[in-house]
């Protein structure tokens, strides 16, 4: 293949098809943790965090039918968003990154403006991003509600090996 088309696919990771099968079996969900990622070591360029991120997107690609260079960007960029990751217990004696069993990706939205939703709401146009508030207020013109906050889910990408166990 073309040596520029592999490496845009490797630094977008557009190519992340490869996941890795755990033969470790499934460890009991209360011993997994689950883990806030830090988006500046994510995107630190330090090989492990590379690894990891590789990871993170191979999940995407394995659970989503819809997957773009602008996943990757909202994660390094937006920074509403925020990424969770299940893991299973690490021994202490580990010197590897563990599986991810499943990622989280969380917009925290709202806060906005009373003003702001009035001002929407005459003009008949929402601003971009904070998904729930304006579609909540403009549904039930309710110019309070936005200035709740609260997170909602972009997309949860669970581990193939994982998906449709019954685990309670």
Same mark, same amino acid.
């Given at each position: 293949?073309?040596?520029?088309?592999?490496?845009?696919?490797?630094?977008?990771?557009?190519?992340?098809?490869?996941?890795?099968?755990?033969?470790?079996?499934?460890?009991?969900?209360?011993?997994?943790?689950?883990?806030?990622?830090?988006?500046?070591?994510?995107?630190?360029?330090?090989?492990?965090?590379?690894? /990891? *991120?590789?990871?993170?997107?191979?999940?995407?690609?394995?659970?989503?039918?819809?997957?773009?260079?602008? @996943?990757?960007?909202?994660?390094?960029?937006?920074?509403?968003?925020?990424? /969770?990751?299940?893991?299973?217990?690490?021994?202490?004696?580990?010197?590897?990154?563990?599986? +991810?069993?499943?990622?989280?990706?969380?917009?925290?939205?709202?806060?906005?403006?009373?003003?702001?939703?009035?001002?929407? *709401?005459?003009?008949?146009?929402?601003?971009?991003?904070?998904?729930?508030?304006?579609?909540?207020?403009?549904?039930?013109? @309710?110019?309070? /509600?936005?200035? *709740?906050?609260?997170?909602?889910?972009?997309?949860?990408? +669970?581990?193939?090996?994982?998906?449709?166990?019954?685990? /309670?």
């Amino acid at each position: 293949g073309d040596p520029v088309e592999k490496w845009l696919n490797d630094l977008l990771c557009l190519d992340c098809l490869n996941i890795t099968r755990i033969i470790s079996g499934c460890p009991l969900p209360e011993t997994c943790d689950l883990y806030y990622v830090n988006r500046d070591t994510l995107f630190c360029y330090h090989r492990a965090s590379e690894t /990891f *991120l590789q990871r993170l997107m191979a999940l995407y690609v394995a659970s989503h039918y819809k997957n773009s260079p602008n @996943d990757l960007q909202m994660l390094s960029d937006a920074p509403a968003h925020h990424l /969770f990751c299940l893991l299973p217990p690490v021994p202490p004696t580990q010197n590897s990154l563990p599986e +991810v069993l499943a990622v989280v990706q969380v917009c925290l939205e709202g806060e906005i403006s009373r003003q702001s939703i009035m001002n929407s *709401l005459s003009r008949g146009k929402k601003a971009s991003g904070d998904l729930i508030p304006w579609n909540i207020s403009e549904q039930f013109q @309710d110019p309070d /509600f936005g200035s *709740l906050s609260g997170g909602r889910i972009v997309r949860i990408a +669970v581990h193939p090996d994982y998906q449709a166990v019954n685990l /309670f």
